[in-house]
């Protein structure tokens, strides 16, 4: 089974709305971190934000906000008023475990398109 | 901090031929992860280290790829012999050790052309 679910290949938003980008998880372990990664055209990975599994409010990080629903196994992203250099590919990725390097299994991404 | 250090940034090679992938981690990091990108299977982990030991490297492809990890500053990723289908981008990250944050800083790729 897949561990991180994008179910969104491609999202299209006007400037200055909000969109939510859909993340689901699968994991056994009571302790994980979830994490968004964005990816511009030119390539690197830039990480937006971090939810531990026992945080009890949401994540947010400037226009960045991460809508968590533990018992859903959601990890949604919320852009707010977003900008034209936000389109780019965002990833979901997970951590396992409490503490450790353990490695980030990754989504398949969503392609989020900013129209003028 | 100059981040995560990956060097060439682009190579172009001809099938059959052996290529190194240079990273060097941010300094203090104890966790090093090499990670491939291709459009067909997305990101996936090749190997991980921890305090320069690798830990999980189940998703090495097969012998023709090995990692080493000689020094906490520096880690290589080599193909030998290259094939096509080993064209990707390589990604090398590093992490500090026994954080629960634990973010993963990403440096800026590799991306290998095996021709």
């Known amino acids: 089974a897949q561990k991180i679910t994008q179910t969104q290949p491609g999202m299209f938003v006007q400037e200055k709305e909000a969109v939510t980008l859909d993340c689901t998880y699968d994991?056994?372990?009571?302790?994980?971190?979830l994490f968004w990664y964005k990816q511009p055209s030119s390539g690197e990975m830039i990480f937006l934000i971090y939810?531990?599994?026992?945080?009890?409010q949401n994540a947010t990080e400037g226009r960045y906000s991460l809508n968590f629903q533990k018992a859903r196994k959601s990890a949604n992203l919320v852009i707010s008023a977003s900008q034209l250099g936000d389109s780019a590919m965002y990833f979901c990725?997970?951590?396992?475990?409490?503490?450790?390097?353990?490695?980030?299994?990754f989504g398949t991404g969503t392609r989020l398109t900013v129209i003028p | 901090d100059a981040g995560v250090i990956q060097s060439p940034r682009h190579e172009v090679t001809e099938m059959g031929q052996e290529v190194t992938l240079r990273c060097k981690p941010i300094?203090?990091?104890?966790?090093l992860f090499w990670y491939r990108q291709t459009m067909m299977r997305g990101l996936e982990l090749l190997i991980y280290f921890n305090n320069n030991v690798p830990i999980d490297d189940s998703g090495m492809p097969e012998d023709r790829f090995s990692a080493k990890m000689p020094n906490a500053s520096f880690s290589t990723l080599k193909i030998q012999p290259s094939e096509p289908r080993d064209s990707a981008v390589y990604f090398c990250a590093s992490s500090p050790l026994g954080s629960s944050y634990n973010e993963q800083f990403f440096g800026p790729g590799t991306r290998l052309t095996v021709l």
């Open positions: 990725a997970m951590r396992e475990g409490a503490t450790g390097a353990n490695n980030l299994f």
């Open positions: 939810q531990g599994s026992y945080d009890q």
């Open positions: 994991t056994s372990d009571p302790s994980y971190g």
């Open positions: 300094s203090g990091h104890n966790s």
